[in-house]
């Protein structure tokens, strides 16, 4: 490897290093309250470093919005629902994917750009902008199984694909939301199982 090279990797490193610090903190404090020192403490980088690959705080949240779709993407891409021969026990298992994922503390469990849009939404239009095609780039990717599953179903041509595949996020989002408000992950997942039971219902072929 040249030292161009090697040069350009731990560039990468150190930038990737940040955006992972960013999405810990993020998570844990919110937007407001995360500071460039926190990022670097959580990072083990000077500020110096932050500033050489990203102008702000705000550059670094926009950036950290690809970064998640990019480390989630790579997570749900492989995960075991995919394997389903149906497309509505597809879906299904995504939503029990989903829920299997909501343990632990809430900065565990809950979405960096769900997180950063409810604070950024009107100050941040960069942000919002980020957070928003991160999360509906997220529902689109299940948008070919929900038409999979509702041609097959009673009540298919009662429901638009994109919007159904829309209001997935929007529960799972709130769902997070409840977490955070009560401590519970357990409340949270109450959601999640209240979603799942409506695209059963939804899913339902010739009366069952």
């Given at each position: 490897m040249t030292t161009t090279a090697r040069r350009s990797t731990r560039s990468g490193d150190t930038r990737d290093r940040?955006?992972?610090?960013?999405?810990?903190?993020?998570?844990?404090?919110?937007?407001?309250?995360?500071?460039?020192?926190?990022?670097?403490?959580?990072?083990?980088?000077?500020?110096?470093a932050f500033f050489h690959h990203f102008a702000s705080k705000e550059a670094l949240a926009v950036a950290a919005a690809g970064y998640w779709s990019q480390m989630t993407g790579a997570l749900f891409a492989g995960a075991s629902y995919h394997?389903?021969?149906?497309?509505?026990?597809?879906?299904?298992?995504?939503?029990?994917?989903?829920?299997a994922l909501v343990?632990?503390?809430?900065?565990?469990?809950?979405?960096?750009?769900?997180?950063?849009?409810?604070?950024?939404?009107?100050?941040h239009p960069a942000i919002?902008?980020?957070?928003?095609?991160?999360?509906?780039?997220?529902?689109?990717?299940?948008?070919?199984d929900i038409a999979a599953a509702l041609a097959m179903s009673d009540r298919g041509s009662e429901v638009d694909v994109a919007s159904l595949a829309r209001h997935t996020q929007a529960v799972l989002q709130g769902a997070f939301i409840?977490?955070?408000?009560?401590?519970?992950?357990?409340?949270?997942?109450?959601?999640?199982?209240?979603?799942r039971r409506y695209l059963e219902l939804l899913f339902e072929r010739n009366g069952g």
């Amino acid at each position: 490897m040249t030292t161009t090279a090697r040069r350009s990797t731990r560039s990468g490193d150190t930038r990737d290093r940040l955006l992972a610090a960013a999405t810990n903190v993020i998570r844990a404090k919110g937007l407001s309250a995360t500071t460039v020192d926190d990022i670097c403490r959580e990072a083990g980088l000077t500020k110096g470093a932050f500033f050489h690959h990203f102008a702000s705080k705000e550059a670094l949240a926009v950036a950290a919005a690809g970064y998640w779709s990019q480390m989630t993407g790579a997570l749900f891409a492989g995960a075991s629902y995919h394997d389903h021969p149906d497309p509505a026990d597809r879906v299904l298992a995504y939503v029990d994917f989903r829920a299997a994922l909501v343990v632990g503390e809430s900065a565990e469990y809950t979405c960096l750009v769900g997180t950063m849009v409810q604070e950024a939404f009107s100050t941040h239009p960069a942000i919002r902008d980020a957070s928003r095609d991160s999360i509906l780039g997220h529902a689109a990717t299940l948008e070919a199984d929900i038409a999979a599953a509702l041609a097959m179903s009673d009540r298919g041509s009662e429901v638009d694909v994109a919007s159904l595949a829309r209001h997935t996020q929007a529960v799972l989002q709130g769902a997070f939301i409840l977490g955070k408000a009560t401590d519970d992950p357990r409340i949270a997942n109450e959601s999640v199982a209240h979603l799942r039971r409506y695209l059963e219902l939804l899913f339902e072929r010739n009366g069952g």
